[in-house]
């Protein structure tokens, strides 16, 4: 299995999106676009699929893939999707569309998240960069999609919140 690869933009050589998924799985996945931070250029980057392209082979990792989850048109109570697999509570891999999501909940987006939802009701915390926090649940390798929130938060650094802030 391979990873998945986009040109950055910024510098024209070839990037590895970090996407969490194998590039063959790539095609059944019912998403159009994605986000990373580039390592290439220190940038934020939104793709398209169809700029994706394969990468080296990913040696040993074919395991540690797991199903995306997708919920579409549901009401979903955050705390019900937190696991702790990696010593902390996270919600990985879960992709929303035109979702309410229900709280108490505050949110940490990581990585590999594709936010196109309305964030202005929710609260926003700022964190400071390198500093540890207890009680969020951190997202990596999502997307939400014309979702909205019950009182669930959403925390960050300012880089993270202004993206979210101009995702809207």
Same mark, same amino acid.
């Given at each position: 299995?391979?990873?998945?690869?986009?040109?950055?933009?910024?510098?024209? $050589?070839?990037?590895?999106?970090?996407?969490?998924?194998?590039?063959?799985?790539?095609?059944?996945?019912?998403?159009?676009?994605?986000?990373?931070?580039?390592?290439?250029?220190? $940038?934020?980057?939104?793709?398209?699929?169809?700029?994706?392209?394969?990468?080296?082979?990913?040696? #040993?990792?074919?395991?540690?893939?797991?199903?995306?989850?997708?919920?579409?048109?549901?009401?979903? $109570?955050?705390? &019900?999707?937190?696991?702790?697999?990696?010593?902390?509570?996270?919600? $990985?891999?879960?992709?929303?569309?035109?979702?309410?999501?229900?709280?108490?909940?505050?949110?940490?987006?990581?990585?590999?998240?594709?936010?196109?939802?309305?964030?202005?009701?929710?609260?926003?915390?700022?964190?400071?960069?390198?500093?540890?926090?207890? #009680?969020?649940?951190?997202?990596?390798? #999502?997307?939400? &999609?014309?979702?909205?929130?019950?009182?669930?938060?959403?925390?960050?650094?300012?880089?993270?919140?202004?993206?979210?802030?101009?995702?809207?």
């Amino acid at each position: 299995m391979r990873s998945v690869m986009i040109t950055c933009p910024n510098t024209n $050589k070839p990037v590895d999106t970090r996407f969490g998924l194998p590039y063959e799985m790539l095609a059944s996945q019912p998403i159009e676009t994605a986000s990373f931070d580039c390592p290439e250029c220190d $940038k934020w980057h939104i793709w398209r699929m169809e700029e994706a392209f394969p990468g080296p082979e990913l040696e #040993g990792q074919e395991a540690s893939f797991t199903l995306v989850n997708r919920f579409e048109n549901e009401h979903v $109570k955050v705390l &019900d999707l937190v696991t702790n697999d990696e010593g902390f509570p996270q919600i $990985k891999n879960t992709h929303f569309t035109d979702c309410h999501l229900i709280g108490p909940a505050i949110l940490f987006p990581r990585t590999d998240l594709r936010w196109n939802s309305i964030v202005r009701s929710s609260m926003l915390m700022m964190c400071a960069e390198g500093q540890s926090y207890e #009680g969020l649940i951190v997202v990596d390798n #999502g997307s939400f &999609d014309r979702c909205t929130f019950e009182h669930v938060g959403i925390a960050g650094t300012m880089d993270v919140l202004d993206r979210l802030l101009g995702a809207n």
